[in-house]
């Protein structure tokens, strides 16, 4: 096998056995507290992961078996095999836990992976194309890729921070896009916007309707992420920061995503 391709193989697996952990972790809450809404939450987000992965996998195309067994893993079935209605948040969870060992099972034969279409490279993923500034688009790609990477290797303070910079970036272009004057309206300060605190930022953009409540569920330390940034790297206490932190960081910036982009 080359040995690139064994390199990307190894790289799936390993993230395909993170989220497949993650995936036992939520389905087993949800058996216990089907209505939890941070555990809805987390799936939510565990769901968006699964499909950005799967969605690698079968190259872009969503003719793929793959592919399709990732949008049948939102269905209910009814007895007779046909989809019925919107599956339960548990079901859901444990269906696609279902459709990763699958992805494990094929990426795991000896076929120099055939999961993996033709042309190895997936499409580019679009998650910023809401934001009005072109130019930041391909940087907050990266920081989002590098913010699950960082997560994935347990480096909870890098993961929080760079999640934060995210959250900060696309509400500032929000912002920006509405004009201080319309702001001002809705009481924002009259200053540059550049020149406002994180957590203003935030407050403005929720009073303007732009963004909803999610932004109420940051950590403390999420709130405070610019103070970590501009500390002296001895002043900061290492493994400062949670996982649970850092994932629920993660869960709210996905949330505001969502209020900035409706669509997606």
Request: hydrophobic letters at 40%; proline letters at 4%.
């Amino acid at each position: 096998m080359d040995e690139s391709l064994h390199t990307q193989i190894e790289t799936y697996l390993t993230h395909l056995d993170s989220l497949i952990l993650r995936g036992h972790q939520l389905r087993d809450t949800l058996a216990t507290n089907p209505s939890d809404a941070s555990a809805m939450a987390a799936a939510r987000c565990w769901q968006e992961d699964c499909g950005v992965t799967l969605n690698q996998l079968s190259g872009g195309s969503k003719a793929h078996w793959l592919a399709r067994s990732f949008s049948q893993a939102f269905l209910m079935r009814a007895p007779d095999g046909s989809a019925a209605q919107g599956a339960a948040p548990g079901e859901i969870v444990q269906q696609l836990l279902g459709v990763l060992g699958q992805a494990v099972a094929s990426l795991s034969r000896t076929d120099q992976g055939a999961i993996i279409a033709a042309s190895t490279k997936a499409p580019a993923p679009r998650r910023f194309e809401f934001v009005h500034n072109p130019d930041i688009r391909p940087l907050l790609e990266q920081a989002y890729a590098d913010s699950r990477s960082a997560l994935d290797q347990g480096d909870y303070d890098l993961a929080l921070v760079t999640s934060c910079g995210i959250l900060e970036a696309i509400v500032t272009d929000a912002l920006e896009h509405k004009g201080l004057t319309a702001l001002m309206q809705t009481g924002a300060p009259a200053e540059r916007i550049s020149e406002w605190s994180f957590e203003t930022r935030l407050t403005v953009a929720e009073k303007a309707g732009l963004i909803r409540s999610g932004c109420a569920r940051l950590p403390a330390a999420a709130r405070t992420y610019r103070d970590r940034m501009n500390a002296e790297a001895d002043a900061v206490p290492q493994g400062a920061i949670s996982e649970s932190d850092a994932r629920r960081t993660r869960q709210v910036l996905h949330v505001i995503m969502r209020d900035l982009d409706p669509g997606r």
